[in-house]
């Protein structure tokens, strides 16, 4: 088993509706999660992090954590076409230093 | 700022061959990384340094080795390619200051091993 999954999707929605990911995990030691966005043949890019629980908005992206459940979310506001990509949740131990653990990725597409 | 750059871009090579993957960064980030990204595998950490003159083993790293000469530079070599190699890698860098470690991504290198 896996120590982060995320569904692989596609997960299609129509423009400006709200996009909801998410990821589970199984080690509780994880203190630091992070979500990046991956476009189609280009390098992911951070796009959210969260320490711990608790929420943390910027913009249209809201992440969620809840450490009780070892469940994290992402929630994309307004989606635009702009905003098709693969969503990769990331973790990081505070033991591991600067190792993250990253989740399969879901693939999002957003039809204008 | 380049950033973080891969050299190449792409690569076909058959099996047994050997070949060298370099990535650069101009950041005078301490930290570098390797990955390899299947599909539905995510990134999965090959090697990675924590200074310069220093390596060390991720999650996948046999068939690879690394060095790391140059702090800007972290050089990734297949010895002796498999098809089980074919695969998208990714060098990524951060900096040691700071909570979060953010880690910057190069643009990739895909290599296919026939």
């Known amino acids: 088993q896996k120590e982060v999954e995320q569904d692989p999707g596609p997960l299609s929605v129509p423009e400006g509706a709200i996009v909801s990911l998410n990821c589970t995990y199984s080690n509780s030691a994880f203190q630091y999660f992070m979500w990046y966005r991956q476009y189609s043949r280009k390098g992911p890019e951070l796009l959210m992090y969260t320490y711990s629980s608790g929420n943390k908005e910027d913009g249209r992206f809201t992440a969620q954590v809840d450490k009780s459940s070892k469940y994290i979310s992402l929630f994309i506001r307004d989606s635009q076409p702009s905003d098709s990509a693969t969503y990769l949740c990331?973790?990081?131990?505070?033991?591991?230093?600067?190792?993250?653990?990253f989740g399969g990725g879901t693939r999002v597409l957003v039809k204008p | 700022n380049a950033g973080v750059t891969q050299t190449p871009k792409f690569r076909v090579l058959k099996t047994g061959q050997s070949m060298t993957l370099l990535c650069a960064q101009d950041m005078n980030h301490e930290y570098m990384y390797w990955y390899r990204q299947d599909p539905g595998m995510g990134l999965r950490l090959i090697h990675y340094?924590?200074?310069?003159?220093?390596?060390a083993k991720g999650e996948v790293p046999d068939g690879y080795n690394v060095s790391r000469l140059k702090k800007q530079n972290f050089l990734l070599g297949l010895e002796s390619a498999a098809p089980s190699q074919t695969s998208v890698y990714f060098c990524?860098?951060?900096?040691?200051?700071?909570?979060?470690?953010?880690?910057?991504f190069g643009p990739g290198t895909r290599l296919t091993v026939t």
């Open positions: 990331a973790m990081r131990r505070v033991a591991a230093g600067n190792k993250l653990t």
């Open positions: 340094s924590v200074g310069e003159g220093t390596t």
């Open positions: 990524a860098s951060s900096s040691r200051v700071g909570l979060t470690y953010e880690q910057y």
